[in-house]
């Protein structure tokens, strides 16, 4: 192999592994704050 085709091969690589490290980090579900467990509907509790 060439000089340029080294060149070429390794960016590609290079760009392949950010490109999965991105979709692992999309992957991660997002860390929930705070939610309700319990629906009180309209709260009209009187």
Excluded: W
């Excluded at 085709?5 to 950010?18: K, L, M, S, V, Y």
């Excluded at 980090?25 to 009187?46: A, M």
Aim: glycine share 2%.
């Amino acid at each position: 192999m060439d000089c340029r085709a080294e060149a070429h091969f390794r960016i590609a690589d290079q760009e392949f592994q950010r490109a999965r490290q991105i979709d692992v980090q999309q992957d991660t579900p997002n860390k929930i704050e705070s939610f309700t467990l319990v629906d009180y509907g309209d709260n009209n509790l009187t």
